[in-house]
């Protein structure tokens, strides 16, 4: 009887030890990504002039891969963007990218404020092996002004 409940003992002990060391995991491992910054998204731009914005992607989680970048207006033939380079590559070592945003103002614009919204559309890794596409946007604004 006496072993019984020393065996007992050292089971219900290992039990417990087992379940009070137990420590589940701590969640997924954060995806791979990337942030746009941008010290000033208003800009002011005399009516045909042009104004340029500074931007940076910053790779977030170690994002390796290439970012392609666009921009597009909502009012046809007021304001015209272009953005330089058009894409950007990460990799090992590798800080963040930085690309400008051109916006033209149209010399017969309104008055007024016109947005762009700037588009990059990431791959993290290899293209060819199991690669992960992320996308965010970023609006800036050009508040068309008289012509000086």
């Known amino acids: 009887m006496r072993k019984i409940v020393i065996v007992m003992f050292v089971i219900l002990s290992l039990l417990l030890f087992a379940l009070t060391s137990y420590a589940p995991a701590q969640g997924r491992t954060p995806a791979p990504d990337f942030v746009i910054n941008c010290a000033d998204n208003t800009l002011s ?83 060819s092996l199991a690669s992960k596409s992320v996308s965010h946007s970023k609006m800036l604004y050009v508040t068309v002004s008289k012509t000086p």
């Open 45 to 127: 731009a005399p009516a045909g002039t042009r104004v340029t914005f500074e931007l940076s992607l910053t790779p977030v989680n170690d994002f390796d891969g290439t970012a392609e970048i666009t921009c597009a207006t909502a009012g046809v033939g007021t304001v015209a963007c272009d953005v330089l380079p058009s894409s950007v590559i990460f990799g090992d070592a590798l800080g963040e990218g930085r690309f400008t945003v051109t916006a033209t103002a149209n010399s017969r614009a309104a008055l007024g404020t016109y947005s762009i919204e700037v588009t990059v559309k990431g791959t993290h890794g290899e293209p």
